[in-house]
């Protein structure tokens, strides 16, 4: 079984998603380097997923995030694996449909106060509506986000509390007793 980690900057899905696909002796594919993979495909350029923000735009980010779940479809087939997504990419429609093709979607919830100081340990981002009120800015994103994240994903699970690999025990946990439903 694939499993598609979704949720916000900061809650975990990489370092989850390691661990995870490692415990489920899959692959881990992280979105932002499929991004570059398939950006660097199209234009030759080797660039980082920021640089491709900063130097593209929105729109044209957003476009090759579709592209890229497209090819990641296509070239795992029937191959299992564990995907980290970006905080955005289930917010469009198209990209919801091709994510609920992959594999069993997680959103890995994290209580917004514990969001809050993880990412703002590596300083504020770039996509914070507000740069001088970082807790209006998550809680707006969050806001949106969330209903998405939640209507999209078959479970849930707490990220915000314990240890990395006792948040991936939890999720083996809940695809197995997912998995007999």
Avoid: W
């Amino acid at each position: 079984m694939s499993i598609i980690l979704i949720g916000m900057k900061s809650c975990g899905k990489t370092t989850i998603g390691r661990l995870l696909a490692e415990t489920m002796g899959t692959p881990f594919l992280d979105a932002d380097t499929e991004l570059e993979q398939t950006h660097r495909q199209e234009t030759g350029e080797a660039l980082s997923f920021r640089q491709i923000y900063k130097s593209y735009g929105a729109a044209y980010f957003r476009a090759l995030e579709t592209r890229t779940l497209q090819r990641i479809a296509q070239a795992t087939g029937n191959t299992n694996f564990v995907l980290a997504c970006g905080g955005q990419t289930p917010l469009q429609e198209e990209n919801q449909e091709i994510l609920a093709t992959l594999g069993t979607i997680i959103f890995l919830h994290v209580a917004e106060d514990i969001l809050l100081q993880r990412i703002l340990a590596h300083g504020i981002p770039a996509f914070f509506p507000y740069a001088d009120d970082p807790e209006r800015s998550l809680h707006e994103l969050l806001a949106e986000r969330v209903p998405v994240y939640e209507k999209l994903s078959a479970i849930t699970v707490d990220a915000g509390k314990g240890t990395a690999g006792e948040v991936t025990h939890a999720i083996v946990r809940e695809v197995r007793t997912y998995d007999q439903h």
